[in-house]
């Protein structure tokens, strides 16, 4: 471990260590899952996905500077997708008539964020000298089509959110909503399985990929990670939704369960968090996701399949880990909860700040090596920075655009 990163982990320890909340012994944080708890969360997760996508830089992974976030992100996305589904299935039973307008109450101010950062990335891909086809820029305008690559999120949780209407809109269907929930989720993992990371149909033969210039003619489209889909971080945190909604359908048996011998149980989590990590990182080392590039010409469906049941695992451990732990600590202080309130906008405008400094930490694909390393530092900081302010303004552009639309 380097000197940033321990100063990082040290940093991000203390700055949750405020206002931290610990129940006393034989006691619980009845709280533990309120909208504060819940934002504060939230925040934690935010600020975590940032230094995972740092750490998936060429400097960071050279000089090993907080590797321990980089092969965990989904993990975190799990999060949000487990406070969404949670919060959601809160609402639908605690407010009377809750489904009424929620499409836009709920996915309108979603759609906004959505085009409005599509806004946002094509005034920065003109700037910055992007070239894209008439056809390219029609298909990323519309959304149908990344314009960031992590905007992935946005479409799935808007397909989650759907779901959820018109299953639990529906009578007949309600009571089946978590396996209806849990088949569409399978279902997009079953996709990306099948898609890969390319339009391989596009070619002859097997491997043929693999071949010097086998991409220069074929369709722009079926290029790497274009289309939905194309990509395990598309599907691999989603089945945190479900078990939000699933705790929170049956809350009061798990926490009633959870407060008899809850050391024992608090023990058994961690060390099934500690498992089910060591086996995700097998997986990922050993089974992998990118096996068309294996050598074999084979498009590795089975290794897909393996890799992505076992991170689903990961996120419902994970998830269920974090969870019995704040029931008797948790996070709680103004910084987390302002991360927290962004959370959607601090995801979003994260490549934009990742892509303006590159410069301080590459050359033309190359990472720059600088005494000490101070220009990680620097870079470090000045992302942080960054997305912090955007995503606030960000946020402002939503909540007013929402507040006129809704009208």
Not at 126 to 151: A, H, M, R, Y
Not at 322 to 346: A, C, D, P, T
Not at 385 to 403: D, Q
């Amino acid at each position: 471990m380097n000197y940033i990163s321990a100063a990082v982990y040290v940093l991000l320890a203390f700055s949750m260590a405020i206002g931290i909340k610990i129940a006393r012994p034989r006691q619980f944080n009845e709280d533990a899952f309120s909208l504060d708890a819940m934002t504060c969360l939230k925040g934690v997760m935010a600020l975590f996905v940032v230094f995972h996508h740092l750490s998936q830089k060429k400097l960071f992974q050279e000089t090993g500077t907080i590797s321990l976030f980089e092969q965990i992100g989904f993990l975190f996305v799990g999060i949000f997708f487990f406070t969404s589904g949670y919060g959601l299935y809160k609402s639908f039973v605690t407010r009377p008539n809750y489904l009424n307008g929620f499409l836009k109450r709920r996915v309108l101010p979603i759609l906004i964020s959505y085009y409005v950062m599509i806004a946002v990335y094509a005034v920065y891909h003109i700037i910055s000298g992007s070239t894209f086809t008439p056809v390219e820029w029609i298909f990323k305008l519309s959304g149908l089509i990344l314009i960031n690559s992590q905007g992935w999120f946005v479409p799935v949780i808007i397909l989650m959110y759907l779901t959820f209407y018109f299953v639990f809109k529906s009578e007949k269907l309600r009571k089946y909503g978590i396996p209806i929930l849990l088949a569409v989720t399978i279902i997009q993992g079953a996709i990306f399985c099948i898609m890969n990371h390319f339009a391989w149909y596009l070619g002859d033969g097997a491997g043929w990929w693999m071949k010097d210039g086998a991409f220069d003619n074929i369709p722009w489209w079926g290029g790497f990670c274009v289309l939905p889909f194309e990509g395990e971080w598309w599907v691999n945190s989603t089945i945190g939704f479900v078990l939000g909604i699933a705790i929170a359908k049956h809350e009061k048996s798990f926490l009633e369960w959870l407060s008899k011998k809850f050391p024992l149980k608090l023990a058994g989590a961690a060390l099934l968090f500690v498992l089910a990590t060591v086996l995700g990182l097998y997986c990922l080392w050993f089974v992998g996701y990118w096996t068309e590039f294996d050598g074999s010409g084979s498009l590795g469906v089975k290794n897909k399949v393996i890799c992505y049941l076992v991170q689903c695992i990961q996120v419902v451990v994970t998830d269920l880990f974090i969870v019995i732990l704040m029931r008797k600590v948790y996070v709680h202080n103004r910084l987390y909860s302002f991360f927290g309130k962004r959370s959607l906008e601090m995801y979003l405008m994260q490549e934009i700040a990742l892509f303006s400094w590159l410069f301080l930490i590459e050359d033309k694909g190359a990472p720059i090596l600088k005494p000490h390393n101070w220009n990680v530092i620097v870079y470090m900081v000045v992302v942080l920075a960054t997305v912090t302010a955007s995503a606030t303004i960000y946020n402002l552009i939503n909540k007013t655009l929402t507040k006129r639309l809704k009208k």
